[in-house]
């Protein structure tokens, strides 16, 4: 088992191991109370469910489930999970475990965040996109009808368990998609390489936390480096959002990074060396790099962007491999960048 130690306004570590034999052992480092419940979605459930209550045996548990799919993350499914888990009168000393993925994680654990102020949480991330990005660094979210993440708080876990042979029962969309912030990683850090992408294993996952790790503990809140885990995304949301969610998030992110590239390329004298490494990492696992959408529509997008400021956004830029940056950019000038780039 690997151990990841993350210390921001919670201590707690990330476990990274290949089954579920140490769960336990992380629950009741946790020191609840009796009861846990458990929310985990229609998918995940029939995978996984049985080996996580096997593992709880004498605590009183009470499971949740909720439908798979982006669709649940919303206030009325919010709701509903309130409402149960306070009638199975969970309370303060108690415990949620959020067994999923992204979804699942990012409601369960603003369900946590809410109910009582505040109740301890287990993450039990499933898909390579939850281990890697939404289940460490404490962000909770529900989505409104006008945009995704638009409601939650900042509010850490107690202990991440990451059981990376769940990767094994991932369709292979989702799993390109964990692969979409990977790549991400690897650009932003030098710590993951490429030959180190080649394998999908313990290590590179536990790589990818660390790296989550260190930016969190530098700036938990999101006042500045944080920001720096954004690398992609501002283009990527714009797309995910016009695709209406058909593509997944991993798929618009790569999109946005080849984007991203272009854009610094044009802003930044990179070495051709560079360009040439940096194209190629961004390619290298076979994703779709084209814009399937106009200028006019992507930048439409932006201007709605939660992270813009007048007519200025924050984007991050490459330079070199591991070597990034935060650059407060008029929009128009995106649209002018963007109007020059086709992949
Ligand atoms: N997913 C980006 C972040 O946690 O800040």
Known sequence: MILIPVKASKTYEVSVTQDFNDLRQVVDGVKSGDKIAVITDTNVEKLYLSSVIDALEGFDVCVHTIPAGESSKNLSTYCTLIQDIASSSLDRSDMIITLGGGVVGDIGAFVASTYLRGIRLVAIPTTLLSMIDSSVGGKTAVDLPIGKNLVGTFYQPNAVYINVSCIDTLPTRELMSGYGELIKYAILDDRISIDDMKVLDSSLIAKAVSIKRDIVEADEYEGGVRKLLNLGHTIGHAVESLSNYTLSHGECVVKGLRAILDISSRYYDIKDSDYTQLDSIIRMLGHDC?????????????????????????????KAKGVVEIVSMPIDKVRRYLSEYQD
């Open 290 to 318: 084209t814009m399937p959408y106009s200028v006019d529509e992507v930048i439409d997008y932006v201007y709605r962007d939660k992270k813009k400021k007048g007519d200025l956004i924050d984007i991050v830029l490459i």
